[in-house]
């Protein structure tokens, strides 16, 4: 056990530093977490002591795996499953952090280096500068779990070039350093092994030329590689068609990528779909997370949810038994449910946004 607080924030050299610091967990989110990174954002938008800000996460495994879904399946199990739920507030608050981010005033540097996974996107992917490496991998896994994409992931997936987004969505396909900045997740690439080179530059220096001294180029990309069927397979607005589009394509990745699909949970597949082709009409990211949050509270009182996350994570038997069991026994219905507005309990990002 430590005494150390779970985020390390403090001010030196005219830099905001936040340190994500559960480097045994690889810096899971949690709700105190996301409130005390948010108390410290607004505290240095109007801080002439701070220039910028860097996110950096603790430990040589990643920045950041996730939110704390173990956390979330105990809520959803014991029937704590709506917006006033513990995991209701967490969202709420969290999809809020995403969205000021998005918006902030300083430049936002975040080190993207090892794994980035669903909340470490919300954390990094909105921020005005994304530093990859070659240990990076990052993805949105949700529909692995019985849960869709959040924290503003559907914004960027659903503006990634093409159809990226829906086949990373879809498959939770992992993105390279090459990948994520392909895709629209990431702006630079540094070697991981000039970090501490960087971070000393960036005391002493402005932040574009302190980055550009340690930028090289992104190593390639397989998603672009692989665009041209991508985009082919996975550019029409039904799973199932996704689907036959993949099974007849003339390539050894599409069939894996037909295979990771039917993998997933059914009903979480068809609402993506629908939250990614909804996200893409929609103006800005705070919309965005607006949908997401009424997509979140219906995935809360979902038996997939429940179920996905004790399969990889509580017995990690691998063997989830969704429900419905298969693509075609998802209903309009059981898709349109997501979407439905939550009244007094919507987020509201958007509504703030404007004032």
């Not at 917006?83 to 998005?102: C, H, K, M, Q």
């Not at 070697?191 to 402005?206: D, I, Q, T, V």
Request: hydrophobic share 45%; charged share 20%; net charge negative.
């Amino acid at each position: 056990m430590t005494d150390e607080p779970e985020v390390l924030i403090a001010v030196e050299d005219g830099l905001g530093l936040i340190t994500l610091n559960r480097p045994r967990a690889i810096n899971a989110l949690n709700h105190p977490m996301a409130l005390a990174i948010t108390d410290a954002l607004r505290a240095w938008a109007s801080d002439d002591a701070v220039r910028a800000v860097v996110v950096t996460g603790a430990g040589e495994r990643g920045l950041c795996a996730g939110g704390d879904i173990v956390a979330i399946h105990a809520d959803a199990k014991g029937g704590a499953a709506g917006a006033d739920s513990p995991t209701g507030v967490f969202w709420r608050d969290e999809y809020l952090l995403n969205a000021l981010i998005g918006s902030y005033s300083k430049p936002y540097v975040v080190i993207m280096d090892g794994i980035v996974m669903g909340g470490g996107v919300g954390l990094s992917g909105h921020g005005s500068h994304r530093i990859v490496t070659e240990r990076s991998k990052i993805g949105m896994p949700e529909v692995g779990i019985g849960f869709v994409p959040d924290v503003g992931g559907t914004y960027l997936l659903s503006r990634a070039p093409g159809e990226l987004g829906t086949h990373v969505a879809l498959t939770t396909a992992r993105m390279s350093a090459g990948d994520a900045i392909a895709a629209g997740f990431a702006d630079t690439y540094v070697p991981s092994s000039a970090l501490p080179e960087l971070l000393n530059a960036l005391r002493h220096n402005g932040v574009d030329a302190a980055i550009a001294k340690f930028a090289e180029p992104a190593p390639p990309s397989e998603l672009l590689a692989n665009q041209g069927w991508i985009d082919a397979c996975y550019a029409t607005d039904t799973v199932e068609e996704i689907v036959a589009r993949l099974r007849a394509a003339d390539a050894p990745e599409a069939t894996k990528a037909a295979e990771d699909l039917l993998a997933k949970s059914p009903v979480s597949v068809q609402v993506t779909l629908r939250a990614l082709r909804a996200a893409r009409e929609l103006p800005t990211l705070e919309a965005v997370l607006d949908q997401e949050y009424r997509v979140s509270i219906a995935a809360l009182r979902s038996h997939d949810l429940v179920e996905g996350i004790r399969a990889q994570v509580i017995d990690k038997d691998r063997n989830p038994r969704w429900q419905p069991a298969s693509l075609g026994e998802v209903t309009a219905d059981q898709v349109a449910a997501y979407f439905a507005e939550l009244g007094d309990n919507e987020l509201g990002a958007a509504q703030e946004a404007q004032r």
